[in-house]
């Protein structure tokens, strides 16, 4: 997969600790325990270009998944959901962005102990991300990791904490050096549970199939818009347990993510997926999802939320 580089040309200020701070500034001590221990949550969320102007995508879900995932933690937020929806939209504008992305991220400051830390939060808007760029050939290649998902009486692989995805980074480095574009990880009773930074689904004689979130997969908020969009296209959308010969025998695999949208995968473990080319459904749902993002239909506007 082609990734662009993040150019930090436009960026001039991050929301840090209820202010913005000029973008070289924005800085913590290196014995922040965010940094060292990973003991921190985030958030990416993307702002698209709309008729009526920027627009979030589902700001309140990813928030609310934040929330969901600090109380996981045993841990409280240190700013209210409603201050973060005002910095968000703070740094965007500060920013003079439309397209950007958004990670909101809570981690633990230095301090005599971790438990004695100050919890600490910040907001980055940037032009560009990671994951965005589609592949040239119009789908990826994907291989299924030997690292497995870590299990969920080890880490709760449904929440976004930044140590974990320790986990996710071996998986992918270990496809990335074998010539492939992404990992797909599975859980520790063999089924497929995502994709490294990403969602999964299955297409297979119409039916599209998800592993379900109790096997180890994120609760993905573009999961769930591909999800309600398939089963108001009229198709059959079922969550259940996969296994990687669901994958090499499918009419149609692909990822979905906040950076990526819907990515389609051509070949799993170099078995060509259906032939070769992105299936009809992919298509469909790829581009009902970039009409509803960009406001170009009236559909689920509930979904989008204005910058400013």
């Not at 692989?157 to 930044?162: D, I, L, M, Q, S």
Request: glycine residues 8%; proline residues 5%; charged residues 20%.
């Amino acid at each position: 997969m082609r990734v662009d580089g993040n150019s930090m040309s436009k960026e001039k200020v991050i929301w840090l600790d209820g202010e913005l701070v000029p973008w070289d500034e924005a800085t913590i001590h290196v014995t922040s325990y965010g940094l060292y221990f990973g003991i921190g949550f985030f958030e990416a969320i993307r702002t698209f270009d709309t008729p009526d102007g920027p627009a979030f995508f589902r700001l309140d879900d990813h928030l609310k998944r934040l929330s969901d995932t600090a109380h996981t933690y045993l841990a409280t937020l240190p700013y209210s959901q409603s201050d973060l929806i005002a910095a968000c939209k703070q740094v965007v504008q500060a920013n003079d962005l439309a397209e950007c992305l958004v990670r909101p991220i809570v981690f633990l400051g230095d301090g005599d102990h971790p438990l004695a830390a100050k919890w600490r939060a910040t907001v980055i808007a940037m032009s560009r991300g990671p994951y965005v760029s589609l592949p040239d050939e119009g789908g990826i290649h994907a291989k299924i990791s030997s690292f497995h998902r870590m299990s969920a009486n080890a880490l709760p692989p449904a929440a976004k904490a930044t140590g974990q995805y320790l986990n996710a980074y071996l998986a992918q480095s270990d496809a990335l050096g074998a010539k492939y574009d992404d990992a797909l990880l599975l859980n520790e009773h063999g089924h497929v549970v995502d994709g490294w930074v990403h969602n999964i689904f299955v297409v297979r004689d119409g039916v599209v199939r998800t592993p379900p979130v109790s096997a180890g997969a994120l609760a993905g908020i573009t999961r769930d818009t591909m999800i309600t969009l398939a089963r108001e296209q009229g198709l059959t959308c079922v969550e259940e347990n996969l296994v990687r010969t669901d994958l090499y025998n499918a009419d149609e695999v692909f990822l979905t993510g906040t950076s990526a949208g819907l990515v389609p995968v051509i070949s799993v473990d170099r078995r060509t997926v259906g032939d070769g080319k992105p299936g009809e459904i992919s298509r469909t749902l790829a581009d009902m999802f970039g009409d509803i993002v960009h406001g170009r239909v009236d559909i689920h506007a509930e979904w989008r939320e204005p910058v400013g």
